[in-house]
């Protein structure tokens, strides 16, 4: 049976890697047509397409490194890695965001004619389906594996994929004889981009503080507390490494069991956690005695010893 951790590594660097291509083969086209034009609105455009496909550059890296077993330095594995490739990402699209900013304001100041307008229609077009299509494609994979840098990536390509149809709009408004629509539109570009780094840098920084969303929580303690023999659930908590999910949790049994009976309801707690909540890879549970639940049993009151000052632990 092959890891399914393994199965999602391979999914992920799969859907990478025909993004990448799709989003590079789109920006190739505009570049040609920014040259003809002289479009700052596409070439705003144009510059975050090519930003979007280097996105891919540290996701598949981060991919790569899942890959690797966990060592002794490195006892839960690689996954954080994907978190840092998110953090890379975000600082992408900002440059990207700094640049179209720049070029815009520049064409503002120094307005210059446009050219082969119908071409700058055709590239807006492509760039929206091309967008659109990586888009659907990143998003659905990234939510079927768990990342949130891949989901992210996604919805940074959706929102692409409207700004490519922006610049349709500065085209039209050039052939309407006013040719600042086409800088006004740059701008409006920069401002969307600006509105997916805050988006996407709130996704990927909430994962790297070990933040995640209550519903996980809710299901985990759903999911347990409804065992025979698991009487209460608490100190219930968990953290994404990369695109899988680790939790812990406290459960009181009766003290009646024995070892190897308490033993066994934690295996059940842990299957059917497996069975109820997606993307769950590694799971701690604490066996505890009715009565005495939760970390605060498991506190060392205050006390001396080898003539120390009194302390707890």
């Not at 629509?181 to 981009?193: E, H, K, Q, Y």
């Not at 003290?255 to 295996?267: C, F, R, T």
């Amino acid at each position: 049976m092959i890891d399914p951790t393994i199965l999602s590594t391979q999914r992920g660097i799969w859907a990478i890697k025909w993004s990448f291509v799709g989003l590079l083969a789109t920006a190739m086209f505009q570049v040609v047509v920014v040259f003809l034009s002289g479009s700052v609105a596409l070439l705003a455009d144009t510059i975050h397409n090519f930003g979007d496909a280097a996105t891919a550059v540290p996701l598949w890296i981060a991919f790569l490194f899942a890959r690797f077993k966990p060592t002794r330095r490195f006892s839960f594995g690689y996954g954080r890695v994907e978190d840092l490739a998110g953090v890379v990402i975000v600082f992408i699209i900002l440059f990207s965001a700094i640049v179209a900013g720049y070029e815009a304001v520049d064409r503002l100041l120094h307005p210059r004619p446009v050219e082969y307008l119908w071409a700058v229609v055709a590239a807006s077009i492509i760039g929206f389906l091309g967008n659109e299509g990586v888009a659907v494609f990143r998003i659905r994979v990234g939510k079927e594996i768990g990342s949130a840098a891949l989901v992210a990536d996604g919805y940074h390509a959706r929102v692409d994929g409207w700004t490519s149809l922006a610049v349709l709009v500065g085209a039209v408004g050039v052939w309407l004889g006013y040719p600042l629509a086409d800088p006004l539109v740059g701008l409006a570009i920069t401002l969307a981009i600006l509105a997916i780094v805050w988006q996407s840098g709130k996704a990927v920084f909430t994962r790297m503080l070990d933040g995640v969303e209550p519903e996980v929580i809710e299901a985990l303690t759903h999911a347990a507390v409804h065992i025979p023999g698991v009487q209460a659930v608490t100190d219930v908590r968990a953290r994404w490494i990369g695109h899988h999910l680790h939790a812990e949790l406290n459960v009181a049994v009766s003290p009646a069991l024995s070892v190897a009976e308490g033993h066994h309801l934690a295996k059940t707690v842990h299957h059917q956690l497996l069975h109820h909540v997606p993307f769950l890879s590694r799971t701690t549970i604490h066996i505890d005695p009715a009565g005495e639940v939760g970390e605060i049993h498991h506190r060392i009151a205050a006390h001396a010893h080898d003539g120390l000052p009194v302390h707890s632990h």
